[in-house]
């Protein structure tokens, strides 16, 4: 098989196993689906996984990430006409949370046993952080142009940190029980952190 077509089956693979994983996730929790389950219902053998995950950390990352762009989708068609920067932040992070609220995926990635898992995804994992980079380089870059953000914190530390307060919302939802909740703790404490006025 020529390279290239090695290539495209090894993507569609990989595709494969994520949605399986995906499917399985919600099905059965993190904590509740092992990387056995997970070969055996994608019909490929569990060495073979190992190919393109190094571990199960890596394969939920890849799984959030999927996850996460669909979500950013959404967000994206939400925001739209949306112009000032604080609302487009606030209105992020409540549809952050109100998007995947519920969602078993979600639910078990932000349960304490599985936070190894949620830290791995939002600091380190490629996919996710690009996810995350797609969706709030337009929204920060604008707000760059017109002069109303800091400018000694970079859009990297921003769009890190609203990644993770992305995961403290869900993950603390009993401190943040509705988007009234997250709508006043975004106003009050993250937009002014650095956006200008």
Request: overall charge negative; glycine content about 6%.
């Amino acid at each position: 098989m020529p390279s290239g077509e090695q290539e495209s089956a090894g993507a569609r693979r990989r595709a494969l196993i994520v949605e399986v994983a995906r499917r399985e996730f919600r099905r059965t929790g993190l904590s509740g689906t092992s990387l056995g389950a997970i070969a055996d219902a994608a019909n490929v053998r569990r060495p073979h996984l190992y190919r393109y995950f190094a571990d199960k950390a890596d394969l939920v990352a890849a799984v959030a990430a999927a996850e996460t762009q669909a979500i950013n989708a959404q967000r994206s068609a939400a925001l739209a006409g949306v112009e000032d920067i604080g609302e487009q932040i606030v209105r992020s992070l409540e549809l952050a949370v109100e998007l995947v609220d519920g969602d078993p995926f979600w639910t078990s990635l932000v349960e304490p046993g599985n936070v190894p898992y949620t830290a791995y995804a939002a600091t380190r994992d490629p996919e996710l952080l690009a996810s995350n980079t797609a969706f709030w380089a337009p929204v920060l870059g604008a707000a760059r142009a017109a002069g109303r953000l800091r400018s000694d914190v970079t859009d990297d530390e921003i769009m890190t940190w609203l990644l993770g307060l992305q995961f403290l919302f869900l993950e603390r939802r009993e401190i943040f029980p509705a988007a009234a909740e997250i709508r006043r703790y975004t106003e009050a404490f993250v937009v002014p952190a650095f956006v200008i006025d």
